[in-house]
């Protein structure tokens, strides 16, 4: 325990140098704008700033690019909420009721909800970071392809309860979502599958190009349809902060949100992105009316956002501790590392506890900051949703072009972009919803690899692989989940036919 | 149940039933797409596997809410406009093909104006003044803030911004 | 009316004929890299861009467009204009083994580019899980031909680099193991240290602290000499299989037609930033091998890749190991 305070202090003498917090500031202000625009996503704005980052010592440099990162988990859960766009994976669900929220006019209190939730997601994870990292990457190192395909198993399982709707149409979402997740070259063989030839598609569909397609784009068409009932502009703003009412309904969904977020977090191989969805059904099955999310429920804001911030953080782990980063954003941390001379692996706690510890302070100092940053602009952006409509839809639709460009400079995905608005439109008048199908494309790619891969090592034994205990309670707790989902609309679908 | 005339069993859900054949047709076109990749068997699936397996689920949920369509009751389907859907389209792909050759001081306005006409509130005058402010504003924050690589003026063999 | 083709034929005269190549450069470079940010090759990219961009007094700005092993963005970097202005940084996948990989490659490593210089090696090293039952290469190498189908061999997918390197390996030793793929190499080489997999070959770069911390184990490294990153790794040649040899070489390559002077130019800082103290000891301390000076030539260079080209060739095509 001494250990840990003595080392937390050098990390906070370290973080506290008035460059480091300046640093720090300028990243989450970076962070926080990229997080905004829709389809630039930190790994862009890494990129691009890793060569000014050059002139700076190793520690100031990775504050910076940590705080860009975090920074931009908080700006797309903006857009989610503001104008439905998810500027990250993470962010789909918060669209969900976030943006139903902003519809009623709350927009203040989600926006609110989120920042403090966050905050503590981010206060609780830090602590983790600094107390359990290494005990935790052991605990992660039991995770093998198996059990990740189970994990991924029980995600899609989720998925089906994130449907506002039919949960039949929700499962065929799912489904199709899977499907397009396979669409691009096959890992294992090199073979392109359902490409139809166009390169374009060789790597598969871009994540930013179906979210803002299906979500962005889509919404703008289903709000020029129906002016009248068109309020995100309309509606009275209201109180701009959460009730007092609204902040005790967030507390319990916060608090298991950043477990739930944290623990998910740590995996390899980019758990992370099942902590807000988890959350958010965990938040459903526990509300005593359920039917309340879908439709502006603060649960379903405050639970996934303390998910998502404890995820984020919790997600350096494998990369402090063991020097291999769990998804593309922290790979971009090992480059900017490496560059400046210091080659991240399991020793750098030991060789370079400056780093290490002024880091995971950093970070704290980070979420405060976020904090001290967004609250205010909470303000700022609920009087941009008074935007005349007829000129702000057209500044989202250059927005969201140019943020698809960045992505891959290629024009092809602006074009498939529009692809998906169209199917999204068409979609939305027939009840079929986005959320599902976005996460089945997302979890489907890590499900499928995960799987082969799986049985490969079991030389093909399906069984063996269900023997391994870790895998068998996910597979498990997926098959619960499905069944509690599906039975009760089974049962009411029932009434509906026979009741004639 | 009440019959039509005719005795034609009558549609009580229409948009579950275009859900559930759209559903279908996408399901069978995933099919046809997948049909020379080798699916490999339960134990070593290979790359048309997965694919298949899902088409076929996407395939029953939709023949599943189809046939549901004329047993329990849903929603109508809604008006389906033109004007916008079209014109935010042709916004879009403008974007596309312009923007690596004149750059972004032609895409950026011609998705504005073009898009903004997709409102039947638009005032023609006021969008074209805010797309050129607009777009100028972008060049500064994504090219030359963030250092983005968009191309803002292209003209092959003169200018390349 | 009349004075309208004189005019357009007197503009037309105006405007600079081709790349004006004395000023040359005059704006901005831009290095495409085939790969994803913070991979190997982005990192030995972006230490020598930022070297070259002092020399040559403009920024040399790295874009990464991935994909397909790398031959996306080399395909693309190809048909820039050849003026100078955009250069790329192409490796052993994308420029040796590709054509064996990807028959459908829409490029020829020999004839579709100005080849400026090698700019590092990343020496391949064989490694294997912390608690794999052999204590160095010669039992390695027994227990993989014993167990062959029964081990497990991670990579990172068709096309890369501890693919093709592991399918050399392979095909030396007679074996035929289990090739578990992963997405990149940061996954393969988290199941290596958690036990999940056996075996990998992979670039030194990405295993050096891995090496270093005794999380995995190091049988030998593919070149003539010791690397000094993990100078306890004794060579193939010294451990006993003198046959494997690789080294996952990075190099800069313009588009076919650029002109010599500006190569030269290119090749001109590269080469200072080579030999520059501070750019040499970014690369040593990551394990790179910057021993192969006859290669930095654009002539050397050519000879590089028919040589990679042909050896690659003979190993992929040989196995049946190509993608379909």
């Not at chain 1, 009248?228 to 309904?249: C, F, M, N, S, Y």
């Not at chain 2, 895409?107 to 638009?122: F, I, M, N, Q, T």
């Not at chain 3, 052993?92 to 490659?105: F, I, W």
Request: positive net charge; aromatic residues 6%; glycine residues 12%.
């Amino acid at each position: 325990m001494t250990d840990l305070l003595a080392n937390l202090a050098l990390g906070f003498g370290v973080a506290l140098s008035l460059q480091n917090v300046g640093l720090a500031f300028v990243g989450c202000m970076v962070g926080t704008l990229i997080g905004v625009l829709p389809g630039v996503g930190p790994i862009a704005t890494i990129t691009m700033l890793l060569p000014i980052t050059f002139g700076l010592p190793p520690v100031g440099a990775l504050i910076l690019l940590a705080g860009i990162y975090y920074g931009a988990q908080y700006g797309g859960s903006t857009t989610a909420i503001l104008v439905n766009i998810p500027g990250e994976v993470t962010s789909v669900v918060t669209t969900l009721d976030g943006h139903q929220m902003a519809r009623q006019g709350r927009a203040g209190a989600a926006l609110g909800v989120a920042a403090l939730g966050s905050f503590f997601a981010g206060c609780f994870s830090t602590l983790v970071v600094a107390g359990l990292a290494v005990p935790l990457t052991r605990l992660a190192m039991v995770f093998g392809p198996a059990e990740y395909a189970a994990l991924m198993l029980a995600g899609l399982a989720f998925a089906v309860v994130l449907a506002r709707g039919s949960v039949l149409k929700s499962i065929a979402m799912i489904l199709l979502g899977l499907l397009l997740s396979t669409v691009g070259t096959d890992l294992e063989t090199g073979v392109d599958r359902m490409t139809f030839g166009l390169p374009a598609l060789s790597d598969g569909l871009e994540f930013a190009v179906l979210a803002m397609g299906l979500f962005g784009f889509a919404e703008v068409l289903r709000n020029l349809e129906a002016t009248e009932t068109r309020d995100v502009v309309q509606a009275p703003i209201g109180r701009v902060w959460p009730t007092r009412q609204e902040l005790l309904q967030s507390a319990g969904p916060v608090a298991r949100g950043s477990l739930v977020g944290a623990a998910l977090g740590i995996l390899p191989g980019n758990g992370a992105v099942l902590g807000p969805f988890a959350s958010y059904a965990l938040e459903k099955r526990l509300a005593k009316d359920p039917s309340r999310f879908g439709r502006g429920a603060i649960e379903g804001v405050a639970g996934p956002e303390a998910a998502n911030n404890a995820g984020a953080q919790t997600s350096f782990i494998p990369l402090l501790t063991l020097g291999i980063p769990p998804n593309a954003v922290m790979a971009l941390m090992v480059g900017a590392m490496t560059i400046h001379g210091i080659v991240p692996g399991p020793l750098v706690m030991s060789r370079n506890p400056a780093l290490f510890w002024g880091l995971i302070a950093s970070m704290w100092i980070g979420n405060l900051m976020l904090l001290v940053i967004n609250l205010p602009l909470v303000g700022l952006w609920v009087r941009f949703l008074r935007v005349p409509y007829r000129l702000m839809f057209p500044a989202i639709l250059l927005f969201c072009c140019i943020g698809i460009y960045s992505v891959n400079n290629s024009p092809s995905d602006v074009l498939l972009t529009g692809g998906c608005a169209l199917l999204g439109y068409a979609a939305g008048k027939v009840g079929l919803e986005g959320a599902p199908l976005l996460l089945g494309m997302v979890l489907g790619r890590l499900f499928e690899e995960n799987l082969r891969r799986a049985l490969a090592i079991a030389r093909g034994d399906p069984w063996a692989i269900l023997q391994r205990p870790i895998t068998a309670g996910l597979v498990l707790a997926a098959l619960l989940v499905l069944t509690a989902a599906i039975l009760p609309a089974v049962r009411r679908g029932r009434e509906e036919i026979f009741t004639e | 149940m009440t019959r039509g005339e005719g005795n034609a069993p009558r549609i009580r859900a229409p948009q579950d039933l275009l859900a559930g054949l759209a559903l279908l047709v996408l399901a069978l076109l995933a099919f046809w797409a997948s049909r020379a990749l080798p699916a490999g068997r339960l134990g070593a699936p290979g790359p048309g596997f997965l694919p298949r397996v899902m088409a076929a689920g996407l395939g029953l949920t939709g023949l599943a809410l189809a046939v549901l369509s004329f047993l329990r009751a849903g929603e109508a389907l809604g008006r389906f406009t033109l004007r916008g859907p079209l014109l935010v389209l042709l916004a879009v792909a403008g974007f596309a093909l312009t923007i690596r050759a004149p750059g972004l001081l032609v895409a950026g306005p011609l998705v504005v104006v073009v898009g903004g006409a997709a409102s039947p509130e638009s005032r023609p005058r006021e969008l074209v003044i805010f797309a050129v402010i607009i777009t100028l504003a972008c060049a500064g924050l994504f090219r030359y803030a963030l250092h983005l690589p968009i191309p803002v003026l292209v003209i092959p063999g003169l200018v390349n911004l | 009316m009349r004075m309208l083709p004189a005019l357009a034929a007197c503009l037309a005269l105006a405007l600079p004929a081709g790349p004006s190549r004395a000023d040359w450069p005059e704006r901005n470079i831009t290095m495409l890299v085939p790969f994803a940010a913070g991979g190997p090759t982005d990192v030995v990219a972006r230490i020598v861009a930022e070297n070259m961009s002092r020399t040559l007094g403009q920024q040399v700005i790295i874009e990464n467009v991935a994909g397909a092993g790398g031959t996306t963005g080399i395909t693309r970097a190809a048909q820039a204009a050849p003026d100078g202005y955009a250069i790329m940084m192409g490796h052993m996948g994308t420029h040796g083994a590709a054509p064996a990989v990807y028959p459908g490659l829409k490029y020829d490593p020999t004839k579709d580019f100005a080849p400026v210089g090698l700019v590092a090696g990343t020496p391949i090293v064989i490694v294997a899980r912390k608690n794999f039952p052999a204590k160095d290469l010669k039992e390695f190498m027994a227990y993989v031909k014993a167990n062959g189908p029964k081990l497990n061999e991670a990579h990172a997918g068709v096309g890369s680099v501890s693919f093709t390197t592991c399918s050399l390996l392979n095909s030396i030793l007679g074996v035929n193991p289990t090739r578990v793929v992963y997405r990149g190499t940061g996954p393969a080489l988290n199941d290596i240290v958690s036990g999940q997999v056996d075996y990998m070959c992979d670039q030194i770069v990405n295993l050096v602290p891995q090496i270093e911390a005794g999380t995995i184990k190091a049988y030998a490294v593919a070149i003539p000499a010791r690397s000094p990153a993990i100078p306890e790794v004794p060579t193939t040649k010294e451990a006993g299989l003198p046959e494997f040899q690789v080294s996952a070489w990075n190099a800069i390559f313009a588009p076919k037609g650029t002109p010599p002077e500006i190569v030269a130019k290119l090749n001109g800082a590269l080469v200072k930033a080579l030999e520059d103290p501070t750019t040499r000891k970014r690369f040593l301390d990551l394990g790179a091998d910057l021993s192969d000076t006859a290669s930095r030539t654009p002539q050397g260079l050519q000879k590089l890749v028919e040589s990679e080209v042909a050896r690659w060739n003979k190993v992929l095509k040989g196995t049946g190991q190509a993608a379909q």
